[in-house]
Nanobody, 126 residues
């Protein structure tokens, strides 16, 4: 089970950090990903992080502004979002695959993830 939190309303240019806590099982051996879905749009990849946190990948739209990190001791993954833009407004979901994927080819696609959090809404006002 994944539980996302930390969403809210922020002005453009502001910052927000969303968190995702895993419970019921450990996810130390699995990559973690963040996705987002805006109203009327498909769910899209935001970032993923390897099981030990050494490797991260970002969507081009957020690279340089967002940072994904994880604390395996706390079973938690974070997404620090800076320089937020109105187009970042979406429900943000954390997820993890059942298989030990390492390739961005798999980790950037929602269909390769098996466990999803409930989502947390981030609204960026202009």
């Amino acid at each position: 089970q994944l539980q996302a939190s930390g969403g809210g309303l922020v002005q453009a240019g502001g910052s927000l950090r969303v968190s995702c806590v895993a419970s019921g099982r450990t996810f130390d051996n699995n990559a973690m990903g963040w996705f987002r879905q805006a109203p009327g749009k498909e769910r899209e990849f935001v970032a993923h992080i390897s099981s030990n946190g050494d490797t991260t990948k970002y969507a081009a739209s957020v690279k340089g502004r967002f940072t994904i990190s994880r604390d395996n001791a706390k079973n938690t993954v974070y997404l620090q979002m800076n320089s937020l833009k109105p187009e970042d407004t979406a429900v943000y979901y954390c997820a993890t695959p059942r298989l030990a994927y390492t390739s961005t080819y798999y980790l950037s696609q929602p269909r390769h993830y098996d466990y999803w959090g409930q989502g947390t809404l981030v609204t960026v006002s202009s």
